[in-house]
């Protein structure tokens, strides 16, 4: 008897970890934003009628405006590791590197800005379409 209440608690608790598991599964997949390929984002943007279609555009912009962010934020941290390096203190690279670097921050932070407004204009084209 005591072997069979063993055997179903183990049991049980596999069963609840494994549902666990698949919530957690699901949720992160469903907040993880759709990859959408340049000629599926063209086809999509030529013809974008709906709110639901809009709202699929401005996502993969908001998208981008995170990934450019993060490209930003990549270069800041190496131009403070270039800056923080003795090494290259009296190194005459030292000015080509920052400027490298700093070329690319202010690119990505310019180039997230920009995703950011298109992601507000099909996130404002996905409201008018609802109310059409």
Same mark, same amino acid.
């Given at each position: 008897?005591?072997?069979?209440?063993?055997?179903?608690?183990?049991?049980?608790?596999? /069963?609840?970890?494994?549902?666990?598991?698949?919530?957690?599964?699901?949720?992160?997949?469903?907040?993880?934003?759709?990859?959408?390929?340049?000629?599926?984002?063209?086809?999509?943007?030529?013809?974008?009628?709906?709110?639901?279609e809009?709202?699929?555009?401005?996502?993969?912009?908001?998208?981008?405006?995170?990934?450019?962010?993060?490209?930003?934020?990549?270069?800041?941290?190496?131009?403070?590791?270039?800056?923080?390096?003795?090494?290259?203190?009296?190194?005459?690279?030292?000015?080509?590197?920052?400027?490298?670097?700093g /070329? /690319?921050?202010?690119?990505?932070?310019?180039?997230?800005?920009?995703?950011?407004?298109?992601?507000?204009?099909?996130?404002?084209?996905?409201?008018?379409?609802?109310?059409?």
């Amino acid at each position: 008897m005591k072997r069979t209440i063993s055997i179903f608690s183990i049991l049980s608790l596999a /069963f609840v970890l494994t549902l666990a598991a698949f919530g957690q599964t699901t949720s992160a997949q469903q907040t993880k934003p759709e990859h959408l390929s340049k000629h599926q984002l063209n086809t999509l943007i030529a013809a974008a009628k709906t709110p639901a279609e809009h709202q699929r555009i401005a996502q993969y912009y908001q998208a981008k405006a995170l990934d450019y962010l993060a490209q930003a934020k990549e270069h800041e941290e190496m131009l403070a590791a270039y800056k923080g390096n003795p090494n290259f203190s009296t190194s005459k690279s030292r000015g080509s590197l920052a400027s490298h670097c700093g /070329f /690319f921050i202010q690119t990505f932070k310019e180039m997230a800005a920009k995703s950011q407004e298109l992601a507000k204009l099909h996130e404002e084209m996905a409201n008018e379409a609802e109310q059409n």
